[in-house]
């Protein structure tokens, strides 16, 4: 074949491939959103969702029928659902809060800004934390005592603690939220190693991998169920910590909401926040459960 002849066919050889290329790249969007209608569909097609209207719809029932129409002892002060969702969707609030507030949404904001901030410094510093108290021995027998006897301690006694060794109050808020998250995040993450199995190490260590290798191919994918499982536990207990730090010490947030409202006698504001910190927290989880089933794909799951 002509040299000239050899180019043109590379030469066209390789603008089918790009054009190829183009045409995969302008149908990925069409593809994830089919996946999507896919994955709705199935999911529509399990008792999962239906078992779960089921439930939301029998609890806000309940809560009506204990709170306006029975009015039952422990009930009777309790504002009822019909009392709450006035509030909370009315575009002119009684007590000044509702979905149509800025107010509102200004809470909503700083206790997931708080929340977040105590979220990352607890995973970053737990996780290796971690890692290292189950990798080593030596460590561990270090650090393990002093870790066991600061968990105990509830996060409403380091209150006036972080209030004394931070001047601002965002920074002593913070710092009780990250305490909560870091000790659920540290203590999950040393379980996952010492849930793997030592033949795995012996394995390793006979095939001639280093200390390095060991640590990022055994230690680090064992691990990883127990370290997002911990995660899980610590994003709710870092909503459950930043609450009560907002309470005492904060001047914006859902916790410190939870209080005024409790001191003003506001009490369908008192709800909403609740409910408000309960559909963040839940969300919050399904992001944390999202991200470790993208990354641990390589887990077999079994379905009933």
Known sequence: MRPELNESVEAQSLAEQGMQAASNVEEMP???WEMLLSRVKHALGTSAPYLALIGLVGSLLV?????????????????????????????????GMSIFTADYYMHIWKSCWRVLQAFTLATVLGVPLGLF???????????????????????????????????????????VTFLGAFFATTL??????????????????????????????????????????????????????????????GEFGLGYLIW?????????????AMITLGFLGWFSSALVRLAGRRLMQWQVREIA
Request: with cysteine; proline share 8%; hydrophobic share 50%.
């Open 30 to 32: 069409s593809l994830s």
């Open 63 to 95: 809560w009506w029928l204990l709170s306006e129409v029975i009015k039952a002892p422990l009930w009777e002060k309790v504002p009822g659902p019909v009392a709450v969702a006035s509030e909370w969707f009315s575009r002119h609030p009684t007590f």
């Open 133 to 175: 108290m189950g990798w080593s021995k030596v460590f561990k027998d270090y650090s393990f005592p002093v870790f066991e006897t600061l968990r105990p301690i509830p996060m409403l006694s380091w209150v006036p603690l972080a209030i004394l060794m931070f001047p601002g109050r965002e920074a002593s808020v913070i710092y």
């Open 188 to 249: 999950n993450t040393l379980l996952g190693v010492e849930s793997i199995d030592e033949v795995y190490f012996r394995a390793a260590r006979c095939l001639g991998s280093s200390q390095r290798q060991i640590f990022f191919r055994i230690i680090l994918p064992g691990a990883l169920p127990f370290i997002f499982t911990g995660l899980q536990i610590s994003i709710g207990y870092s909503w459950f910590c930043l609450v009560a730090g907002e309470m005492i010490a």
């Open 260 to 272: 005024n409202a409790y001191m003003t006698v506001e009490y369908p504001v008192l709800v909403i």
